[in-house]
C-alpha cells in the first residue's frame, strides 16, 4: 500500500472555546447517567455554568487571532465568528440561570396533596436535569454554525444543534401534551428543511464542483458553472437557513413551539438560534455570493418584506403571551433580513448588534412569562395579565420596558437596533425594506403598548393568577436582561464601535 498519510492540521487553541463547551457537554452525560439524583440538578448547573465561563474567556483571549485553516479549511475564525460566537455565549448563561430556576417546578409539587415531605421527593423526581447537557451540545453547534466554511460542515453544525432543541422542547412537565406536539412538529418541519438544505448544498457542488465556500465564490466569480444550478443552491439553501429564523413563509413552526416548549427553553432557542441562523446567513451571503447579488437579492426582499408585515399583522391577534412574541420574532427575522439584504459594512454591523441586543430582550421577557403562574403553572393567558400592574407592579414594569426595547422605542437597545439596520438598508439602495420596516415596526408597537394598558390600566382580575417570588437565579436573568437592554439604548457607542472595529469575513 502507498500514499502519504496527511494528517489533520487543528488549531486547538483557536478551536478551543468550541471544544470546551463539547467537554462540559459530555462531562454532562457522565453526570446523568453516573451521579446520584439528589446531587445532579446541583453538579449540572455548576459544570454548565463552568463550561460556559471558560469557553467565553477563551474566546476573549483568541479575539485578535485569525486564520481560514483552523480546522482543515472546514471552519474560519475572524472578527465576524468571534462576536457571534461571543453573543451565544453570553446569551446562554444568561438562559442557563433561568434553566436553574425552572427544573425544580415548584408550584406543580407544591399543589400535589400529601406531606411536605411527599412533595419534595416528587419535586426531586420531576427534576429535568437533562437539559444542560443538551443545551451545552446546541450551543457547540451554534457556535460551530457561524465560522463554518465547507457545506457539509455547515450541515453537520446545523443538525448538532437542532437535534437537542427538539428534544428540549417536548420536555415541559406542567403541558405535557402541548409540549409534545410542539416537539414532534418542530422534527417533522426541521427534517423537511434539512432535506432542503442538502438539494441546495447538492446543486452547489454540482455548480462549482466544490464543498467550501472559497470553491463556491471562485466559480461564481469566474460564471464557469451551469447557472441553474447556482439558482436552485441558492434558493433551497435559503430554504433550510430561513426555516431556523421563522421567517415567513416557512415560520409555521414558531407559534406552536414557542408557546408548547418549555418557557426558559424558548428563550433560549428564540435568542441563540437566531444569532447562529442569522450568522450564517451573513457568511454565506456576504462573503460567497455577494457578486451574485442580482439574483437573489429581489426574492430576499420579497421574503423580508412579508415576514415583516405579517409577523406584525398576525400578533395583534394573539392571546396568548407566548405566541404574541412568536409573531413578534417573526417580525423581528424581517427586521434582521434587511441587514443580510444591504450587503455592506454597515449591515454587517448593525446584524450583529441587533443579535445580541434583540436576545438579551427576548431571554428577559421570557423569564418573566415564567413569573405569572397560578396552582396548575404558569398562565400565558393575556386575559389573565389584566391589571397585572397593581398586583405586582414591578414584574409588569420590568415586562413593559422588555415590550418597549421590542418596539424600538428610544432609550432602548431596540431603538438603536432597528435605526442602525434600517440606516444599512437605506445605504444601500432599498427604500422599500426602509418604509416597510417603519410602518411594521409602527403597527408593532400598537400591540406591544395593548399589552401595556392591558397590565396596569385594566382592572385586576381575581382568578387565582399570582406573581411567583423568583429565586436568586430568575432574579439575576431578567436584572441583567433589562439593565443590558436599556444600557444599550442609553449609551450604544462603545458596543457599536467595538463591533465595527472587529466585524468583518475573511475567505
Not at 437533562?130 to 450541515?155: K, N, R
Not at 415576514?307 to 404574541?324: E, H, N, P, W
Request: glycine content about 8%; overall charge neutral; proline content about 3%.
Amino acid at each position: 500500500m502507498g500514499g502519504n498519510f496527511l494528517a489533520p492540521t487543528l488549531d486547538y487553541s483557536l478551536l478551543s472555546p468550541i471544544l470546551i463547551v463539547l467537554a462540559g457537554a459530555i462531562i454532562g452525560v457522565l453526570i446523568e447517567a453516573f451521579a446520584p439524583r439528589a446531587s445532579r440538578s446541583s453538579s449540572q448547573l455548576f459544570i454548565t455554568l463552568t463550561t460556559l465561563a471558560t469557553a467565553l474567556t477563551a474566546l476573549i483571549r483568541n479575539r485578535n487571532g485569525e486564520s481560514v485553516t483552523v480546522a482543515m479549511n472546514s471552519m474560519v475564525f475572524d472578527g465576524a465568528g468571534v462576536l457571534l460566537q461571543g453573543s451565544i455565549l453570553v446569551i446562554a448563561i444568561i438562559s442557563v440561570f433561568l434553566l436553574a430556576d425552572q427544573d425544580n417546578f415548584t408550584a406543580l409539587a407544591a399543589a400535589l396533596p400529601g406531606s411536605n415531605e411527599e412533595r419534595i421527593s416528587v419535586q426531586q423526581q420531576l427534576k429535568v436535569t437533562e437539559v444542560y447537557p443538551l443545551v451545552l451540545f446546541a450551543v457547540a453547534g451554534m457556535m460551530i454554525f457561524p465560522v463554518a466554511s465547507d457545506l457539509i460542515t455547515l450541515f453537520v453544525a446545523l443538525e448538532m444543534f437542532s437535534l437537542p432543541l427538539y428534544l428540549l422542547a417536548g420536555l415541559s412537565r406542567h403541558r405535557r401534551l402541548m409540549s409534545q406536539e410542539a416537539a414532534l412538529k418542530y422534527f417533522l418541519l426541521g427534517a423537511f428543511s434539512s432535506a432542503f438544505f442538502l438539494f441546495g448544498v447538492s446543486f452547489l457542488y454540482g455548480y462549482s464542483a466544490s464543498i467550501t465556500f472559497s470553491g463556491i465564490h471562485d466559480a461564481v466569480i469566474g460564471g464557469s458553472g451551469n447557472d441553474v444550478f447556482l439558482l436552485l443552491g441558492i434558493a433551497f439553501l435559503s430554504v433550510g437557513l430561513l426555516f431556523k429564523v421563522g421567517a415567513v413563509p416557512f415560520h409555521t413552526w414558531s407559534p406552536d413551539v414557542y408557546q408548547g416548549a418549555p418557557t426558559p427553553i424558548t428563550a433560549f432557542m428564540a435568542a441563540a438560534t437566531k444569532v447562529a441562523a442569522f450568522g450564517a446567513m451573513l457568511r454565506i451571503f456576504y462573503s460567497v455570493l455577494a457578486e451574485d447579488y442580482l439574483q437573489w437579492r429581489p426574492v430576499l426582499t420579497l421574503v423580508a418584506l412579508v415576514t415583516m408585515v405579517f409577523g406584525s399583522l398576525v400578533a395583534i391577534a394573539q392571546r396568548d403571551v407566548k405566541r404574541m412574541l412568536a409573531y413578534s420574532s417573526i417580525a423581528h427575522a424581517g427586521f434582521l433580513l434587511s441587514g443580510v439584504i444591504a450587503l455592506n459594512k454597515s449591515g454587517l454591523d448593525a446584524s450583529i448588534f441587533y443579535l445580541f441586543a434583540y436576545g438579551v430582550a427576548t431571554v428577559g421577557a421570557f423569564a418573566v412569562v415564567t413569573l405569572v403562574r397560578d396552582s396548575s403553572g404558569e398562565v400565558t393567558d393575556l386575559n389573565r395579565w389584566s391589571g397585572l400592574g397593581k398586583r405586582s407592579p414591578l414584574v409588569a414594569t420590568v415586562f413593559a420596558g422588555f415590550l418597549l426595547a421590542f418596539a424600538g422605542i428610544p432609550l432602548t437597545s431596540g431603538f438603536i437596533g432597528k435605526f442602525s439596520i434600517f440606516s444599512a438598508a437605506y445605504e444601500s439602495g432599498a427604500t422599500s425594506l426602509l418604509i416597510t420596516g417603519v410602518l411594521s415596526s409602527a403597527i408593532a408597537a400598537f400591540f406591544y403598548i395593548r399589552v401595556i394598558v392591558l397590565m396596569f390600566f385594566k382592572d385586576s382580575v381575581e382568578d387565582g393568577t399570582s406573581v411567583v417570588i423568583p429565586s436568586i437565579y430568575t432574579q439575576f436573568t431578567i436584572a441583567l436582561s433589562f439593565i443590558v437592554t436599556f444600557a444599550l439604548g442609553v449609551f450604544p457607542a462603545p458596543l457599536l464601535e467595538f463591533i465595527s472595529s472587529t466585524a468583518n469575513f475573511i475567505r
